[in-house]
Every structure is written in C-alpha cells, then in structure tokens.
C-alpha cells in the first residue's frame, strides 16, 4: 500500500467512533473508491465487517474486542428504530416457574423476516405488531402469545400466572395490559384474557 493511501485510510478511520456501527453509504462521503477502502480497512483490521453492508469501528478493552451494541447492529441493519427485541428468556422474569434459557434473539418490526447473521450473532426477523411504549406490559402478552414455544407445562403456568395476577405481583399496569391483550394478542388469548377479567360469563 502506497504512503499517500495509507494515510488517506488512516484519516478515514480516525474520523470514525470506535464501538460504532456504520453503514456502507454512511462512508462514501469519505472515499472516491469506497469499495476497496472497505476491503483495505478491513484486512489492517482498522474496520470489521458485520455483513449486510454493516461495519464497526472496532472498540477494545485491554486486549479483548468489544462486540458493537446489538440494537444499534439491528438499528442500522434495518435503517429504523422501529423494531423491539426479544428473547424467550425475558419471561423468565415473571416468576411463573420458568427456567429454560433461551440463545435466539428476536426481532419484532414491519421491514425483515428470516434469520440473519449480523457480525457473530444471529437474529431472527419476524414481521409481527408490536406497541411504542408499555413494553413490560406487552411482554406478559407475548409470553401468552408464545406459550407453546417456552417448553414448560402449559396448564401449571396458567394456574401460576393466574395466582399471580390476582394478587397483582407485578408493578405493572393491569389494565394496559389486557388491552394490549385485545390489540396484539392470538385469538385465544384475547379470549383468555377476557375470562380472566370475567368477561364472557366466566368468573376472574
């Protein structure tokens, strides 16, 4: 590599923030030959590529590499903050009797579907609706809504949560969420919902 294009590349990756992701076309106001400048920073390790036309500038801790934040890796993928993530291990927090641990991040938004590897981690797209905000309230929907997913006994997990939302365990707005309930939630559980609030004739 020629003096000149060396410090070209330098510049370049020195006006850039370590730990951030950066997309492609965010960098073609730096480079006339943005393509091979990619290729260059990336084989002197100046850049890393994430794929998908993603890449980080990469931040270290010692001598350990720090991974790049992954709503901002999905952020920039998607080109919106429009989207929510997710684990099936986030019911866990409920305390229903939950203890499998789960690996696979989901990606609720209106843009991708399918999985995707986005830098060492693989995410799953999935085109579902999803609220703006009260998203704790939302997440005790979603468990209903992925309840034969979360490998426990359906039936014991039914009988806890009902126990639980009785007595009010959680510091949550009940009535949000029985109307996230009627907006996101299956038909069956809309239904059930409406039973646990005695609708339908059936005793809460």
Not at 165 to 170: P, T
């Given at each position: ?41 990336v084989d002197t390790k100046k850049l890393r590529s994430l794929g998908k036309g993603l890449y980080v500038k990469p931040e270290k801790l010692g001598d350990m590499e ?139």
């Amino acid at each position: 590599m020629n003096q000149n294009r060396e410090l070209r590349l330098d510049n370049l990756a020195k006006g850039l923030q370590s730990g951030r992701v950066y997309r492609a076309s965010e960098l073609e106001r730096y480079s006339n030959s943005l393509g091979r400048d990619l290729r260059l920073l990336v084989d002197t390790k100046k850049l890393r590529s994430l794929g998908k036309g993603l890449y980080v500038k990469p931040e270290k801790l010692g001598d350990m590499e720090l991974s790049p934040d992954s709503k901002e890796v999905v952020s920039k993928f998607l080109g919106s903050n429009r989207f929510l993530m997710r684990n099936m291990s986030d019911f866990n927090s409920f305390g229903l009797g939950l203890t499998q641990m789960f690996k696979d991040t989901f990606v609720y938004n209106s843009k991708r579907t399918g999985k995707i590897k986005l830098g060492n981690r693989e995410y799953h797209f999935v085109n579902r609706k999803f609220p703006k905000d009260h998203h704790d309230e939302f997440l005790l929907v979603d468990l209903f809504n992925n309840l034969d997913a979360v490998g426990e006994n359906k039936e014991r997990l039914k009988e806890n949560f009902e126990d639980a939302w009785k007595r009010r365990v959680w510091p949550l707005d009940y009535e949000k969420v029985y109307d996230l309930s009627q907006k996101y939630g299956k038909n069956w559980v809309k239904r059930y919902f409406r039973k646990l609030r005695g609708e339908d004739g059936v005793p809460a």
